[in-house]
T-cell receptor, first 111, second 117 residues
């Protein structure tokens, strides 16, 4: 079945540590997105990519980095510069005419 | 910048009854797309319904329908014959374009729907 796989489901970060969240899709979608979800704030866009080797900042990109070396993969790195990383992170992908399709998410917590 | 407002943090409905969730938005665009997404306790985001602004007809998907009032910038979701499985967070979302790869969604803050027996 086609879909989006996010891993891990739960992730813990120590102070000063970078962590990487994985997002893989087999839907052959060109566009991929990363959102952050905090209680009471809905989803906010971190980064998005319309094509391989290209990506743009969203509304809250500070403290995050991404890469898009393959069409199927769009990993998100939460760097030590992100001072409040505890949140639920959702990855999505989109085809040319299809709406955005979401993965199951990763919950990141601070140790 | 576009904004999406959901003014009802929580709603409750009895099983088999009808409930309406509200959403308003702000945009200067004439063509755009609106969505309702459902997020059950599993946290996955599930598309419920999609509305294209240039279409006058309100979208429907089985028990789910919308009341799209373009002039008022209002986009409410009606759930008929509510079921226990409808209990979830519901998010209203907006985008200027839904074709191509440049689509970015702006979300509201969500409405938590409880379904009681």
């Amino acid at each position: 079945d086609g879909g989006i796989t996010q891993s891990p489901k739960y992730l813990f970060r120590k102070e000063g540590q970078n962590v990487t969240l994985s997002c893989e899709q087999n839907l052959n979608h060109d566009a991929m997105y990363w959102y952050r979800q905090d209680p009471g704030q809905g989803l906010r866009l971190i980064y998005y990519s319309q094509i391989v080797n290209d990506f743009q900042k969203g509304d809250i990109a500070e403290g995050y980095s991404v890469s898009r070396e393959k069409k199927e993969s769009f990993p998100l790195t939460v760097t030590s510069a992100q001072k409040n990383p505890t949140a639920f992170y959702l990855c999505a992908s989109k085809g040319f005419v299809q709406p955005q399709h979401f993965g199951d998410g990763t919950r990141l917590s601070i140790l | 910048a576009q904004t999406v407002t959901q003014s009802q943090p929580e709603m409750s409905v009895q099983e088999a009854e009808t409930v309406t969730l509200s959403c308003t938005y702000d945009t200067s665009e004439s063509d755009y797309y609106l969505f309702w997404y459902k997020q059950p306790p599993s946290r996955q985001m599930i598309l419920v319904i999609r509305q294209e602004a240039y279409k006058q007809q309100n979208a429907t998907e089985n028990r789910f329908s919308v009341n799209f009032q373009k002039a008022a910038k209002s986009f409410s979701l009606k759930i008929s014959d509510s079921q226990l499985g409808d209990a979830a967070m519901y998010f209203c979302a907006y985008t200027d374009t839904d074709t191509g790869t440049a689509s970015k969604l702006t979300f509201g803050t969500g409405t938590r729907l409880q379904v009681t027996l």
